[in-house]
């Protein structure tokens, strides 16, 4: 199957209309919404279950950080546990690297958990009679490796998370930022192709989350792993996420990139979501630039080729310097040697404003 560029080859892993409904009557209430289309209240009301996730269709891809966001009670938390089946779906389908985890048998589904699928809390739950060596090996003294083997496992994973120098020391003598890079050194050294990350961060104080936000993405791309990324926090998301989904209710909203969220949100409620958020340094130039024809027809006698230059990546921030600083009555894009659009004074304030060129920002 192909999802707008995405192909088959590039899905690791694929959620297609997955439900969550909890109670004793989920199945029967399961078939009456196929059948009768009934809202979460309806269930509720006649069925007294509780619609936890409704019809969640998304795909991430690999080397992709993919966060799923949304306040309290939005489903998120239920979402990411039905990915690796901690939470087993009401109705549905979610493949990773092809495979329908909902046919897998329980010595599938712990293999998938064990190599293939690793997954951090927010309690990062470590055992304090352990060493943050032993806590680091943990879950390959679980699967039956050697002691050496996944000690030797466990020092790299650390060293990779900045704690190499505190393999000896035990979990109280950790601070809160220092426990989470164990439970995320725990979680790598299985190798593991998705890392499934439920609000890691949310109890850390700002700093020191900032901080944690950025390791995490750099250490995920120096891996070339997949994370799917819970957070309640748009900020957070944004600075982590490749693309964001956001929730209400159990149902997807939208899924897209920041700069797609700010400038088409499918509805008010994701515009009042991203009301607050800078554009600075998301919105690019691709999404503000109109096309030349509509440039050459507002400026008769001017020439695209004359103006300064900016890549299709330049963000807001960067082209109101360069607007500043030339003459000109706007900006050629440039693609491949080649002006794919220019952004005008008009268009980059709708930018600054969130808003689209009204004949451009095709990229």
């Known amino acids: 199957m192909t999802t707008g560029n995405m192909t088959a080859e590039d899905t690791l892993l694929d959620c297609q209309s997955a439900w969550k409904i909890f109670g004793k009557r989920a199945a029967e209430a399961m078939e009456a919404v196929k059948g009768r289309n009934l809202s979460k209240r309806d269930v509720l009301q006649e069925f007294n279950c509780v619609v936890g996730v409704s019809d969640a269709s998304f795909q991430v891809r690999r080397g992709e950080i993919f966060c799923i966001m949304g306040l309290s009670g939005s ?65 390959l003294e679980v699967q039956g490796i050697s002691k050496a083997d996944r000690n030797a496992t466990a020092r790299e994973a650390l060293t990779t998370v900045g704690l190499g120098d505190w393999m000896d020391r035990y979990p109280t003598e950790l601070s809160g930022g220092m426990q989470q890079r164990v439970g995320l050194a725990r979680a790598l050294t299985s190798d593991p192709e998705i890392i499934l990350m439920d609000e890691p961060f949310s109890a850390l104080d700002p700093l020191i989350r900032r901080q944690l936000q950025d390791e995490f ?33 159990g149902v997807i909203i939208q899924t897209g990139t920041a700069e797609d969220l700010i400038l088409n949100p499918a509805d008010d409620y994701v515009a009042e979501f991203v009301s607050s958020i800078s554009k600075l340094h998301l919105i690019k130039a691709h999404s503000v630039m109109v096309p030349v024809e509509t440039f050459l027809r507002d400026h008769p006698g001017a020439s695209a080729d004359d103006l300064a230059q900016a890549s299709p ?22 693609r491949d040697g080649q002006v794919a659009g220019v952004v ?6 709708l930018g600054v404003k969130g808003s689209q060129a009204s004949e451009g920002g095709h990229g």
């Open 313 to 334: 990546e330049t963000d807001i921030d960067d082209l109101i310097d360069l607007m500043v600083g030339q003459k000109g009555a706007g900006l050629a894009v440039v």
């Open 75 to 139: 489903g998120k938390s239920t979402l990411i546990r039905m990915l690796n089946r901690l939470i087993e779906p009401t109705n549905g389908r979610i493949e990773v690297k092809g495979r329908d985890i909902g046919a897998m048998n329980d010595a599938d589904l712990r293999e998938l958990r064990a190599k293939h699928m690793a997954m951090v809390f927010q309690s990062v739950a470590l055992l304090p009679h352990r060493t943050v060596l032993e806590n680091a090996a943990f879950g």
């Open 344 to 349: 005008t004074p008009a268009s980059l304030l």
């Open 217 to 249: 993405r750099q250490l995920t791309k120096d891996l070339g792993k997949s994370a799917i990324f819970i957070t309640h926090d748009l900020d957070e998301a944004i600075r982590i996420g490749d693309r964001i989904a956001i929730m209400k209710d």
